[in-house]
């Protein structure tokens, strides 16, 4: 029982995460397509920069219950998908120097430089995360020992680069509808034609992923054997439409939450599928890492449990006190100070 808690608080807190940090990913990788000048560029940064890291939180969140709750999952893990993770890392890192160190002399090359360093560590932690998240999904050669039977090529299938396109796609909407409610005048006019632009574009490509998740993974087999856990892709669909109605009528922050939930549905069916699998394997369904085999003890996961049902909250609303804090646009008047 305790397995099975820690493994929805292990997807809850990978869909929370995407959710947040999605949308400044996004901006990070649409930044050439949006801004026409450098006041715009600095409009994009401040509009991330009170948030960007708080959200990194969820990540190092996720990360350590991955490793406290299911450590062999996790040696698995960044042992398998070391060059994928690694790069990753590099790409985030990446990105939060830029936003640190491009105002730090004014000089036009020095900005391009980390511009082009936002950009390039946007583009490519959004799309590696999509690549390793649907490979997980369809199984990663592993033997019974956990020792990975492949290259960081192989996992540039067909079904992995489409996982790459959906959250590229998913970041890119999550992001300019984000910029749409803290820009103004020609920014926000294209951060809005963005939006509604790229939204046909995600729908086609969710649709591309659901095809290969029929044919490339086994996810298919919880949903046949459990129906009510089809809640969860309808209600990510219905997010995905309720996305597009929110655009047309103009409701700017009803569509970002939308959205927001959108991502989150598309991650959590991605996991109702996977259980009680966190790595299953290619090779052999023996060699899956589950919940059971990889959980720590009975202890551990209860006092970890304890720990994170007091700490999860002050989290939640130490973050919406600064949402709430910083909530107003981003204007040229602001970039003065």
Same mark, same amino acid.
């Given at each position: 029982?305790?397995?099975?808690?820690?493994?929805?608080?292990?997807?809850?807190?990978?869909?929370?995460?995407?959710?947040?940090?999605?949308?400044?990913?996004?901006?990070?990788?649409?930044?050439?397509?949006?801004?026409?000048?450098?006041?715009?560029?600095?409009?994009?940064?401040?509009?991330?920069?009170?948030?960007?890291?708080?959200?990194?939180?969820?990540?190092?969140?996720?990360?350590?219950?991955?490793?406290?709750?299911?450590?062999?999952?996790?040696?698995?893990?960044?042992?398998?998908?070391?060059?994928?993770?690694?790069?990753?890392?590099?790409?985030?890192?990446?990105?939060?120097?830029?936003?640190?160190?491009?105002?730090?002399?004014?000089?036009?090359?020095?900005?391009?430089?980390?511009?082009?360093?936002?950009?390039?560590?946007?583009?490519?932690?959004?799309?590696?995360?999509?690549?390793?998240?649907?490979?997980?999904?369809?199984?990663?050669?592993?033997?019974?020992?956990?020792?990975?039977?492949?290259?960081?090529?192989?996992?540039?299938?067909?079904?992995?680069?489409?996982?790459?396109?959906?959250?590229?796609?998913?970041?890119?909407?999550?992001?300019?509808?984000?910029?749409?409610?803290?820009?103004?005048?020609?920014?926000?006019?294209?951060?809005? #034609?963005?939006?509604?632009?790229?939204?046909?574009? /995600?729908? $086609?490509? =969710?649709? *591309?992923?659901?095809? %290969?998740? &029929?044919? +490339?993974?086994? #996810?298919?087999?919880?949903?046949?054997?459990?129906? /009510?856990? $089809?809640? =969860?892709? *309808?209600?990510?669909? %219905?997010? &995905?439409? +309720?996305?597009?109605?929110?655009?047309?009528?103009?409701?700017?922050?009803?569509?970002?939450?939308?959205?927001?939930?959108?991502?989150?549905?598309?991650?959590?069916?991605?996991?109702?599928?996977?259980?009680?699998?966190?790595?299953?394997?290619?090779?052999?369904?023996?060699?899956?890492?589950?919940?059971?085999?990889?959980?720590?003890?009975?202890?551990?996961?209860?006092?970890?449990?304890?720990?994170?049902?007091?700490?999860?909250?002050?989290?939640?609303?130490?973050?919406?006190?600064?949402?709430?804090?910083?909530?107003?646009?981003?204007?040229?008047?602001?970039?003065?100070?």
């Amino acid at each position: 029982m305790l397995e099975s808690v820690w493994f929805f608080l292990w997807g809850f807190l990978w869909a929370i995460y995407f959710a947040l940090d999605g949308f400044d990913l996004g901006l990070g990788a649409a930044m050439p397509l949006l801004a026409s000048d450098d006041n715009e560029r600095r409009v994009i940064l401040n509009s991330i920069g009170p948030f960007w890291d708080g959200n990194e939180v969820w990540l190092i969140t996720a990360g350590g219950v991955t490793f406290a709750a299911f450590p062999t999952a996790y040696a698995v893990m960044f042992s398998a998908l070391y060059s994928p993770l690694l790069l990753i890392l590099f790409g985030l890192i990446l990105r939060g120097v830029s936003i640190e160190f491009r105002g730090k002399l004014d000089s036009g090359l020095w900005k391009r430089v980390w511009d082009s360093c936002m950009v390039a560590g946007s583009s490519l932690s959004t799309f590696l995360f999509g690549v390793t998240f649907a490979n997980i999904f369809r199984g990663i050669p592993i033997d019974a020992d956990g020792v990975y039977h492949g290259s960081l090529l192989s996992l540039f299938n067909p079904y992995g680069l489409a996982g790459g396109l959906l959250f590229l796609a998913l970041f890119l909407v999550h992001g300019s509808l984000w910029l749409v409610i803290k820009s103004e005048a020609d920014l926000r006019g294209r951060a809005a #034609l963005m939006a509604r632009g790229v939204w046909p574009v /995600l729908s $086609f490509v =969710v649709l *591309l992923f659901v095809t %290969g998740t &029929l044919f +490339a993974t086994s #996810l298919c087999e919880n949903y046949l054997g459990n129906r /009510l856990l $089809f809640a =969860v892709p *309808l209600a990510a669909l %219905g997010s &995905l439409v +309720a996305t597009r109605i929110f655009i047309q009528m103009k409701m700017w922050w009803k569509a970002w939450f939308a959205s927001g939930l959108t991502i989150c549905g598309i991650i959590l069916s991605g996991f109702a599928g996977l259980y009680p699998n966190l790595v299953p394997s290619a090779l052999d369904a023996s060699f899956n890492v589950t919940v059971y085999n990889s959980a720590s003890n009975p202890v551990t996961l209860k006092i970890m449990l304890a720990v994170t049902m007091v700490f999860i909250p002050v989290v939640i609303i130490y973050q919406a006190w600064v949402y709430r804090l910083f909530k107003d646009k981003v204007t040229h008047n602001d970039l003065a100070y």
